[in-house]
Nanobody, 116 residues
Framework: QVRLVESGGGLVQPGGSLRLSCVAS????????MSWYRQAPGKERELVAAISSTADYPNYADSVKGRFTMSRDNAKNTMYLQMNMLKPEDTAVYYC?????????WGQGTQVTVSS
């Protein structure tokens, strides 16, 4: 069974940094399209960053460009989201997602709160 587990969320002050991790199990990471989403209270889930199985570079939402960096380590079956210069509006539950063909798996989410 495809499984994703996120970690690394927490409370951080504005301007601070966090690195989220997403560990995949029961499937080979490298052949999947991977992405990070977030959902703030009262808002729809939105795409933050995504990378296909063959792309060299991720695509980012305009709201996080220049501040967030997505990377993947296929050997470790782990994906990361480095978040710098965090803002209060980045507060949300962050989810990782893996897709290939009919398989569409989501993690349980990790809470990120940016507040002073």
């Amino acid at each position: 069974q495809v499984r994703l587990v996120e970690s690394g969320g927490g409370l951080v002050q504005p301007g601070g940094s966090l690195r989220l991790s997403c560990v995949a199990s029961a499937f080979s990471f490298g052949s999947y399209a991977m992405s990070w989403y977030r959902q703030a209270p009262g808002k729809e889930r939105e795409l933050v960053a995504a990378i296909s199985s063959t792309a060299d570079y991720p695509n980012y939402a305009d709201s996080v460009k220049g501040r967030f960096t997505m990377s993947r380590d296929n050997a470790k079956n782990t994906m990361y989201l480095q978040m710098n210069m965090l803002k209060p509006e980045d507060t949300a539950v962050y989810y990782c997602r893996a897709r290939r063909g009919p398989i569409d798996a989501w993690g349980q989410g990790t809470q990120v709160t940016v507040s002073s």
